[in-house]
């Protein structure tokens, strides 16, 4: 089964609009993980997505606690994870009108990725090169698939068709090399999933050998 987000007429309503509907379904499905150290995980994923998003403000040394506050409005503090602070954000504490971090204006292209991925990309066109920059424009490309997928479930999405929108996007700039799997966001997600059917099933089979071993 894969990660999937609802879109369109089934949407809730954006919680803090400037994080776009992508952030704020991976923080819904965050909030659905049981096992706790892949939650911690997840959600740290999700924080620094938030903060690539925020070129502007990264000389802010308090940017991190501000993004870990909206990420817990965006869950509505119904989650259980813990920021690096340790101090778990409070819904009586929230602020009316939290601080809003500034974001350029939207651009139309391609808009069914979210202005949130073009903002990456620009992040990434100014990283030098190496590895972690390698692995942040894949991370891109894996969230630009999720995003696609879910704006258009009726048709296949190939690897192919993303690259090409991400090297239009970045203006030739970006690439991920074609034998790089674009599904790294969603693997986690697919095993997740897989061990909790398994741990399913295999509690209803040992409750159905507990019910023949009574009538015996």
């Not at 099933?201 to 023949?212: E, L, P, Y």
């Amino acid at each position: 089964m894969e990660f999937t987000m609802t879109y369109n007429s089934q949407e809730d309503i954006l919680i803090i609009a400037e994080y776009g509907r992508h952030i704020q379904n991976l923080i819904n499905y965050n909030k659905t993980i049981e096992d706790k150290e892949e939650r911690q995980a997840f959600a740290e994923q999700v924080i620094n997505l938030m903060y690539q998003m925020n070129p502007s403000s990264r000389n802010n040394q308090d940017i991190r606690s501000k993004l870990w506050k909206h990420y817990f409005i965006i869950a509505d503090y119904d989650i259980d994870v813990i920021p690096p602070n340790g101090i778990v954000p409070q819904s009586e504490n929230r602020e009316i009108n939290p601080d809003r971090i500034d974001y350029p204006v939207k651009e139309r292209e391609f808009r069914h990725y979210g202005h949130n991925v073009r903002l990456l990309m620009e992040k990434a066109i100014k990283m030098e090169e190496g590895p972690i920059k390698q692995g942040f424009v894949e991370t891109i490309a894996s969230f630009m698939k999720l995003a696609y997928k879910n704006w258009n479930r009726e048709h296949y999405v190939s690897d192919e068709i993303i690259l090409e929108d991400l090297k239009s996007l970045s203006k030739g700039k970006l690439s991920v090399d074609e034998n790089h799997s674009l599904d790294t966001l969603t693997s986690a997600v697919k095993y997740k999933k897989r061990k909790h059917t398994n741990n399913n099933n295999n509690r209803r089979r040992s409750n159905k050998n507990n019910n023949n071993r009574r009538r015996r």
